[in-house]
């Protein structure tokens, strides 16, 4: 018999306020459903990744890099660093490289947050950000999504206190796709104080195709603003975790001291070189994306006529308490999707065909 290692009653070793804090939930595995449902495979539009496949040359950069596998990788990252610098026009020093742009959120309020002090971010948004809080030790405040899905950034403005020390404004929001514009933006980082620090996660800017929804870049002339991105999504590399940010070069050193050392692998920093020179094939890819989610939404419209526009590569449907049941409607036709209970479900753009399956579904549970 396999031991368990459980122990009743169990054993309190841990911090008890963890015990109330959600998982993150990571989208189900398509082999265990296909299994299920005995089918051949099923479809995942769950995690927000771009069903086009690693970018041309990451697999081999990769393969040649671990074959040093057996030494750290560089943990200045210099390379990278330089790379995307070169790419985005600023100075390496701004650069700070994680496991994921989830991490370097969490380096961020680490490198802010003390016990007590207050991180504020529009709700609903990204999963982690209250686990990244909670965990942190800061208290999250959280600030109603408006009745379009998007960030009030005039309600979240007035929700800064002194104790207030960081600030995340999604954009676009996960999971609901909307995206702030620049007039409302310009006028929230007017209206905070400069030393608050104010973390713009772009993780799915390379799908923006509103010209009025402006790049966090853009604002690096405030010493307070850092803009998070990721190579997950766009750029293919979600296995590999792979983000960074850019930020005034006190923050950005701030979050290198911070960072768990040699937490930017070697796959990940040469699969990231080797994707940074994919730029065409990337733009290509999006505009792909892009194409399919206008069509999807314009055909979920017909059933749910309140799907905002999104600026991401997925689309949230605000069905309620109907979320769930839609999530398992999917499901039972090999389709998996994000059901948020009580609010709604996003659904990541797959392929053409891919997407075709899944509006089959929704239709057959929405009609
Ligand atoms: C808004 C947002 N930020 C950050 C991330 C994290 O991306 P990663 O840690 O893969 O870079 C995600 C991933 O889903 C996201 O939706």
């Known amino acids: 018999m396999t031991d368990t290692g459980r122990h009743e009653p ?3 070793l841990t911090r008890a306020d963890l015990d109330a804090l959600p998982n993150y939930v990571p989208g189900r595995s398509p082999a265990d459903l296909a299994r299920e449902l005995g089918l051949p495979e099923a479809i995942k539009l769950a995690s927000n990744e ?3 496949g690693p970018l041309p040359g990451v697999v081999e950069a990769v393969a040649e890099a671990v074959a040093g596998s057996h030494r750290y990788p560089d943990m200045g990252v210099v390379a990278l660093r ?5 790419r985005h026009g600023v100075h390496p020093d701004r650069i700070a490289t994680g496991c994921g742009s989830v ?4 380096h961020l309020v680490r490198a802010t947050c003390l016990p007590g002090d207050e991180l504020l971010y529009s709700w609903r948004s990204f999963e982690a950000y209250p686990i990244i809080a909670a965990t942190s030790g800061a ?3 959280r600030v109603p999504n408006d009745a379009g899905h998007g960030h009030d950034l005039d309600a979240m403005a007035a929700a800064v206190t002194d104790r207030t020390r960081m600030v995340l404004v999604c954009n676009p929001n996960n999971p609901t796709g909307t995206a702030v514009r620049k007039a ?3 006028r929230f980082l007017d209206a905070v104080g400069e030393d608050v620090l104010v973390v713009i996660d772009e993780a799915y800017r390379e799908f923006v195709t509103d010209a009025e929804v402006p790049d966090g870049l853009t604002y690096l002339d405030r010493p307070n603003v850092v803009v998070l991105r990721t190579l997950s999504k766009a750029w293919g590399l979600a296995g590999l975790r792979i983000g960074f940010l850019v930020a005034a070069p006190e923050v950005a050193a701030a979050v290198r001291k911070v960072v768990t050392p040699f937490s930017t692998s070697m796959a990940a920093q040469a699969g990231a070189l080797a994707a940074l020179a994919q730029a065409d094939e990337v733009q290509r890819r999006c505009a792909l994306v892009v194409a399919e989610r206008d069509r999807v939404t ?3 419209r017909k059933f749910v006529p309140d799907v905002p526009a999104s600026q991401a590569n997925f689309v949230w449907l605000p069905l309620g308490d109907r979320a769930v049941g839609f999530g398992k409607a999917c499901e039972a036709r090999g389709v998996i999707v994000r059901p948020f209970p009580g609010d709604g479900v996003r659904v990541t753009i797959g392929t053409p065909a891919e997407n075709d399956a899944f509006l089959a579904a ?3 549970a929405l009609a």
Request: hydrophobic share 50%; glycine share 0%.
């Open 103 to 106: 991490a370097l959120a969490e």
């Open 82 to 86: 330089q790379a995307l610098a070169e």
């Open 10 to 12: 169990p054993l309190r």
């Open 139 to 141: 208290t999250s405040v």
């Open 50 to 52: 771009v069903p086009y």
């Open 362 to 364: 929704a239709e057959s």
């Open 298 to 300: 314009e055909a979920l």
């Open 184 to 186: 409302e933006l310009d």
